[in-house]
């Protein structure tokens, strides 16, 4: 331990680390050191991807500078972590070398274009980037196969790609064109909500309704553009017209050589504490196999969860709490309705969901979330 004010240092300033940092300097920001890294210049609510992706929000427009996240008792630097060593809690950036009493890695999930041949030459809407590319092509698309198609599993905001396929079905009814148009959807999950049969029933109805082909328990293994054809795990080919992929998913690089990832691509996690196997080093937010969905509510409640810990520990006082596992995702139905789905994946033996039906009225519940969070981490 440090001789003077404990120092924390987090990687990654989304949901887990500017929640975690809010935490720290609001229940101990005169008693802490607390350094928020990260190499971007604006936070973006992940579902702002599908606003701008058809056209209802700008990509400047849903861009949070981290410049305007100011926590007493907290840095925020720009700089790219290079190297971490969780042994002695070291992390070396591109602009120098810090070293930290306690470490919170919450560098999110990269999108790992390669592991799927052919993918770098095709759409995909998960990133700014690649929703913005869309922007530019959707308006022009009136006629054909579109097909909406998943890498692997796990990925970020499961309902997204179903989200997609409705809104995309907005869009072509809108423009006359969706009779010349088909829309089939390829998950690697058994329904679009496995933990809320009740969502998966709502969303399946819901395709079936619009004419919307769904194919589960199965995930693209190749895109060839020249042939216009997406190859699935089990061999069959799908012709499209138009392709939006969602990459695989998987930790870093950077922390699969600090010797922090497991096989299965993500950091092994204690779910309920998020303790990795070294010691006052902590795993949050998508990067961490906790067992919960890759979500933003959920890597704020890891957050939270770290947050309780850290602060019982430099008060040297006081119980964590667990990570409780639960949250709620909303999901756009098309035509302006919004659903929504609280799950709890620790209290009982199973995982539940609780579905509530697609509104009107339940837009402004999802705005409201977005603004609290706006005003909490930013003071927009």
Known sequence: MSATLPRVTVLGAGFAGLELATQLSEAVGEKVRVTLIDHGSAFVFGYSKLDVMFGLATPEEVRLPYDRFVKPGVRLLRERVL???????????????????????????DYDVAATPGLADANEFYSVAGATRLREILPAFDRGRVLVGVCGAPYKCPPAPSECVLMLHDMLVRRGVRPQCEITLVLPLPSPVPPSPETSRALLAAFEERGIRFLPNRKIAAVDVARRIATLDDGSELPWDLFLGVPKHRAPAVVEAAGLMAEDGFVPVNPRTLETRFAHVYACGDLANTGTPKAGVFAEGAAKAVASALVARIRGQGQADLYAGRGACYIEFGGGRIGRVEVDFFSGPKPTGVYHEPDLASRADKEQFGASRKARWFGL
Not at 93 to 104: C, F, N, P, Q, S
């Open 83 to 109: 190297a971490i060593d969780p042994a002695t809690r070291t992390v070396r950036t591109d602009a120098g070398t810090h070293e930290a009493d306690y470490l919170v890695v919450a560098l999110g999930a």
